[in-house]
Nanobody
Framework: QVQLVESGGGSVQAGGSLRLSCAAS????????VGWFRQAPGKEREFVVS???????RYADSVKGRFTISRDNAKNTVYLQMNSLKPEDTAVYYC???????????????????WGQGTQVTVSS
């Protein structure tokens, strides 16, 4: 069982930046695929970005060029750097992880077994 704990959320004005962190309990976290999802009020949870254990990334079109995912395997931590934030980025952000499986694009919730509790990001105009 892997526990994920997000941090770094908060309130920021449009155009600002935040960096989210996701700390994992697994000592072999470097061998996991990871992703970030978000859920805005009244909306379904949506894919934001994924990062495979081999270093391949996939971004939602809405965040390309503004968000960057990275990981520090020595710290068992994944980061989401969010720049040029917009009010429509307001949501609860969730970190997710799972061991590599054959196939899949890592863009759907069912591809991840482990989830954090979420951290709120609020962007004001």
């Amino acid at each position: 069982q892997v526990q994920l704990v997000e941090s770094g959320g908060g309130s920021v004005q449009a155009g600002g930046s935040l960096r989210l962190s996701c700390a994992a309990s697994a000592r072999t976290f470097g061998s996991y695929n990871v992703g970030w999802f978000r859920q805005a009020p009244g909306k379904e949870r949506e894919f934001v970005v994924s990062l495979t254990w081999t270093g391949l990334t996939r971004y939602a079109d809405s965040v390309k060029g503004r968000f960057t995912i990275s990981r520090d395997n020595a710290k068992n931590t994944v980061y989401l750097q969010m720049n040029s934030l917009k009010p429509e980025d307001t949501a609860v952000y969730y970190c997710a992880a799972d061991r590599p499986r054959p196939g899949g694009l890592l863009t759907t919730e069912r591809e991840y077994d482990y989830w954090g509790q979420g951290t709120q990001v609020t962007v004001s105009s």
